[in-house]
């Protein structure tokens, strides 16, 4: 199952939580069972969610395989940003669970304003090689599904629309040339005439002649 957190940029993000049935057999809800199942947890993502891209990292201690990091980029939120806005946010956030670490996001925005989670990675802790790691991942991802791509537009009109030479390869015709139509002069408002006061027509060194408006004496 996956449980969904609020991170501080108002993201709904989705956390790796799994339920397992504890009815049948010794109870195995604990941390430590719950990692033990991760290459599990990816199996089922990448088959409800054909096209995703699930990537896990361990280290190898002696033996055993120690977690790492867990990438998650499903195929509905990837193809669904083509209807945003293309620009991505970045964000982290602490994991307040037993094991710690920390949780990276990339988020998009819609038409109407409403965050989009497109991307998110539980990694050790956040730092440059973390986010290099993060960032790099998410650049080999297509967002643009296949239906919007130029190349698709092109193979199927191809045979319909066909380009057209620039206007120096054009080749003359007999016809005179045009000129553009004639510049029409509409007459506007027509203006009022008023009659001037007895202060507007006198004329001394008091007033305001050239610049700015008369003053009433």
Request: proline share 6%; hydrophobic share 35%; aromatic share 12%.
């Given at each position: 199952?996956?449980?969904?957190?609020?991170?501080?940029?108002?993201?709904?993000?989705?956390?790796?939580?799994?339920?397992?049935?504890?009815?049948?057999?010794?109870?195995?809800?604990?941390?430590?069972?719950?990692?033990?199942?991760?290459?599990?947890?990816?199996?089922?993502?990448?088959?409800?969610?054909?096209?995703?891209?699930?990537?896990?990292?361990?280290?190898?201690?002696?033996?055993?395989?120690?977690?790492?990091?867990?990438?998650?980029?499903?195929?509905?939120?990837?193809?669904?940003?083509?209807?945003?806005?293309?620009?991505?946010?970045?964000?982290?956030?602490?994991?307040?669970?037993?094991?710690?670490?920390?949780?990276?996001?990339?988020?998009?925005?819609?038409?109407?304003?409403?965050?989009?989670?497109?991307?998110?990675?539980?990694?050790?802790?956040?730092?440059?090689?973390t986010w290099?790691?993060?960032?790099?991942?998410?650049?080999?991802?297509?967002?643009?599904p296949i239906?919007?791509?130029?190349?698709?537009?092109?193979?199927?009109?191809?045979?319909?629309?066909?380009?057209?030479?620039?206007?120096?390869?054009?080749?003359?015709?007999?016809?005179?040339?045009?000129?553009?139509?004639?510049?029409?002069?509409?007459?506007?408002?027509?203006?009022?005439?008023?009659?001037?006061?007895?202060?507007?027509?006198?004329?001394?060194?008091?007033?305001?002649?050239?610049?700015?408006?008369?003053?009433?004496?």
């Open positions: 199952m996956v449980c969904l957190s609020v991170v501080d940029v108002g993201v709904m993000v989705p956390i790796i939580l799994f339920v397992i049935d504890c009815s049948s057999g010794p109870p195995l809800c604990y941390f430590k069972e719950q990692y033990k199942r991760i290459y599990e947890y990816a199996h089922e993502l990448l088959k409800c969610n054909p096209g995703s891209n699930i990537k896990i990292k361990v280290e190898n201690d002696t033996d055993e395989a120690i977690f790492q990091r867990f990438y998650s980029c499903l195929k509905a939120c990837k193809y669904f940003f083509v209807f945003c806005r293309p620009i991505k946010g970045l964000d982290g956030c602490f994991l307040k669970g037993k094991y710690g670490g920390e949780l990276l996001s990339v988020v998009g925005r819609d038409a109407n304003d409403q965050l989009l989670l497109l991307a998110y990675a539980v990694v050790e802790v956040e730092n440059k090689e290099t790691w993060f960032l790099e991942l998410l650049i080999g991802e297509d967002f643009i239906c919007f791509r130029r190349s698709i537009y092109e193979e199927i009109y191809q045979y319909i629309i066909f380009p057209v030479n620039g206007e120096v390869l054009w080749e003359k015709t007999p016809y005179p040339d045009v000129h553009p139509p004639h510049k029409r002069i509409l007459p506007g408002r027509p203006k009022k005439k008023r009659r001037l006061e007895e202060w507007e027509l006198r004329k001394d060194n008091t007033q305001i002649s050239k610049v700015g408006h008369r003053k009433k004496m």
